[in-house]
T-cell receptor, first 113, second 117 residues
Framework: KQEVTQIPAALSVPEGENLVLNCSFT??????LQWFRQDPGKGLTSLLL?????REQTSGRLNASLDKSSGRSTLYIAASQPGDSATYLC????????????FGGGTRVLVKP | NAGVTQTPKFQVLKTGQSMTLQCAQD?????MYWYRQDPGMGLRLIYY???????DKGEVPNGYNVSRLNKREFSLRLESAAPSQTSVYFC????????????????FGPGTRLTVL
């Protein structure tokens, strides 16, 4: 059974510092990995999707890497801003178990002005 | 485009009452999903619909039923609500079912916050 873990559960950084968010998964047989942002009381917003054949994806200040063999993905947010404060979730789409998305528990980020 | 919309936004039920959560998408997506989000449990898939006319169970289907009314709409029904069903419910859609190599992304609605007393 695929398990997805995000450590730490919460992170606080001063404005301007780079953010590094970690995601690990137990079964490397995946099709892709997706990073989401969730604001308090809101739905999920897709940030980046990395296919299993890719090593990284970039969008603006966001860069996500994928190391499928070690079961890890990292989301980097450069020059953090208070508006980046949110919960970040990763989810993997596996080749087994009905090909559903399996989500991590999320990392709650606070960027202090 | 509104994307994925859900109604209602909030609901309070008494144990044993029934209700239907509505979801609609205007992106012409084939596949739709219902998740629940609970503290410490993350998001878990309840049911999904790979395409119009088909539905399948996810990880936590007990106590729920679904209907894929047409390509746009996918509803979730609680026949006899229980306090354990207190949660935030999210509907999502993607261009096609998450099966096989593809570049699918899932897009989520704003959620329905349900409390069962």
């Amino acid at each position: 059974k695929q398990e997805v873990t995000q450590i730490p559960a919460a992170l606080s950084v001063p404005e301007g510092e780079n953010l590094v968010l970690n995601c690990s998964f137990t079964d490397s047989a995946i099709y892709n990995l997706q990073w989401f942002r969730q604001d308090p009381g809101k739905g999920l917003t897709s940030l980046l999707l990395i296919q299993s054949s890719q090593r990284e994806q970039t969008s603006g200040r966001l860069n996500a890497s994928l190391d499928k063999s070690s079961g890890r993905s990292t989301l980097y947010i450069a020059a953090s801003q208070p508006g980046d404060s949110a919960t970040y979730l990763c989810a993997v789409r596996g080749r087994a178990a009905g090909n559903k998305l399996t989500f991590g528990g999320g990392t709650r980020v606070l960027v202090k002005p | 485009n509104a994307g994925v919309t859900q109604t209602p936004k909030f609901q309070v039920l008494k144990t044993g009452q029934s209700m239907t959560l509505q979801c609609a998408q205007d992106m012409n997506h084939n596949s739709m999903y219902w998740y629940r989000q609970d503290p410490g449990m993350g998001l878990r898939l309840i049911y999904y619909s790979a395409s119009e006319g088909t539905t399948d169970k996810g990880e936590v289907p007990n106590g729920y039923n679904v209907s894929r009314l047409n390509k746009r709409e996918f509803s979730l029904r609680l026949e006899s609500a229980a306090p354990s069903q207190t949660s935030v419910y999210f509907c999502a859609s993607s261009p096609r079912v998450l099966a096989g190599p593809s570049y699918n992304e899932q897009f989520f609605g704003p959620g329905t916050r349900l409390t069962v007393l």
